[in-house]
């Protein structure tokens, strides 16, 4: 089990747990594992493959509580979390790298690094729909809605990109801000009412009531942060493509930038890719249960071990 306590004192934070799913880009694969925070440390458990594919970049859960898995040029795959069965449907344009369940819950949209974006139908699932794009940009990364407004990034690779607003129904970009470092993962977070955008070493936390702002951001040195999640407590959990989680606690404070966060980076996979997210429609309920088993499971563990302790105690005594 992977532990990493931070080294500079801070608040007492908000503990939680859960279970992340996540991806790896070689081999090509869905894989989950469990976290604990006490409020000041965080933990994870030990890796669980869920499914091997021909790609895998971005990943969200669907309402049905199945994965979506964008796998580039091969497709996007709808991936049954705990049997580890999938199934393909292609992406409506060159690929689906990067992927967004709509708020109606019965359509993702899917994109490049960037590129076209495809609308993808979840009820039933099957092949994409290419939707041309007008506008200041005509290729884009990530969606991320709030508001009742959606957003878009329209980044390259290392995480340099473009922020703005995007019509779904005109399909019209209209760029808030050019060339932003962070620009590339994008999250709504609903403890704030911000979004939450990653790439490169940063994380950037925006108003979308002032969205021509950078609310508050902070770097990361040594990381290449792709895609990211919370869990609605503030809680931020982030993964960079050289391996690492990284963990930001800011459920006191608000802000990503502020030095009482608690923040942690845990080695987790060496080709760890993108996250799944904990918020928004379909993952929600999947990350109660998983939270309770959590959760449960601590509790068993304590009470086997105290059962334990009493037993060895008695043994002695005799």
Not at 11 to 16: E, I, S, V
Not at 25 to 46: I, N, Q
Not at 55 to 72: C, M, S, T, Y
Not at 253 to 282: E, K, M, W
């Amino acid at each position: 089990m992977a532990v990493c306590t931070p080294a500079v004192a801070a608040p007492r934070g908000t503990p939680a747990s859960g279970e992340l799913s996540y991806t790896t880009f070689s081999p090509p694969a869905v894989k989950r594992l469990a976290f604990t925070y006490d409020g000041s440390t965080f933990r994870l458990g030990v890796r669980r493959l869920v499914a091997t594919l021909p790609a895998a970049d971005g990943i969200v859960f669907g309402p049905d509580g199945k994965l979506l898995v964008g796998g580039g040029a091969s497709g996007i795959f709808e991936v049954d979390p705990r049997a580890g069965a999938a199934q393909s449907a292609r992406p409506g344009g060159p690929g689906a790298w990067h992927v967004a369940v709509d708020p109606s819950g019965t359509k993702a949209w899917a994109a490049g690094i960037p590129g076209p974006l495809s609308l993808v139908p979840l009820d039933p699932f099957g092949n994409g729909v290419a939707r041309p794009l007008s506008g200041d940009d005509r290729s884009v990364t990530s969606i991320g809605f709030a508001r009742d407004k959606a957003f878009y990034t329209a980044s390259d690779p290392a995480g340099y990109g473009d922020f703005g607003l995007i019509d779904l129904e005109s399909f019209r970009t209209t760029r808030l801000m050019a060339q932003l470092r962070g620009a590339h993962g994008m999250t709504f977070d609903p403890s704030t009412g911000d979004l939450l955008l990653f790439g490169n070493t940063e994380i950037v936390q925006i108003d979308p009531a002032n969205p021509m702002v950078v609310a508050a951001s902070r770097s990361f040195p040594g990381l290449q942060l792709d895609q990211g999640t919370v869990d609605g407590k503030g809680h931020l959990f982030a993964a960079s493509n050289t391996g690492q989680l990284l963990f930001v606690d800011y459920s006191i404070t608000g802000h990503i930038d502020d030095s009482r966060d608690v923040v942690a980076q845990v080695p987790v996979d060496p080709n760890l890719d993108d996250l799944a997210p904990l918020t928004g429609p379909g993952p929600s309920e999947v990350h109660n249960n998983v939270s309770v088993l959590v959760a449960v499971g601590i509790v068993v563990g304590a009470i086997l071990v105290a059962l334990g302790v009493a037993l060895v105690v008695v043994r002695w005594r005799r």
